[in-house]
Nanobody
Framework: DVQLVESGGGSVQAGESLRLSCEASDYTTTVGCMGWFRQAPGKDREGLARISLGGGRPYYANAAKDRFTISQDNAKHTLDLQMSSLTPEDTAVYYC???????????????WGQGTQVTVSS
């Protein structure tokens, strides 16, 4: 199995930015598509953004449009999520995932990372 390890979570003030990173083993040999999800306290896990590692335009869910940017660093074998203008509603555990097929749905997830906590205070 592909091993996923997230990093970059933490506590920030509203309006600040944060960059999450997900390091994946077997980055391009077995992984075609990856995405970011999050789960807020008492809420269902939701998809935020996905990207095909072979190229193509990223896809963003409404919760991530205009404020979040997903990107890949092939040299470092990481998948990143740049988040800006954070609000307390963004407080959640953030997960990276391998997707097959390349769809931002829970049913498409074949591997989860362990998650990283993001806390935004007002």
């Amino acid at each position: 199995d592909v091993q996923l390890v997230e990093s970059g979570g933490g506590s920030v003030q509203a309006g600040e930015s944060l960059r999450l990173s997900c390091e994946a083993s077997d980055y391009t040999t077995t992984v075609g598509c990856m995405g970011w999800f999050r789960q807020a306290p008492g809420k269902d896990r939701e998809g935020l953004a996905r990207i095909s590692l072979g190229g193509g335009r990223p896809y963003y869910a409404n919760a991530a449009k205009d404020r979040f940017t997903i990107s890949q660093d092939n040299a470092k074998h990481t998948l990143d999520l740049q988040m800006s203008s954070l609000t307390p509603e963004d407080t959640a555990v953030y997960y990276c995932a391998v997707l097959n097929p390349c769809s931002l749905s829970l049913a498409s997830v074949t591997q989860w990372g362990q998650g990283t906590q993001v806390t935004v205070s007002s």
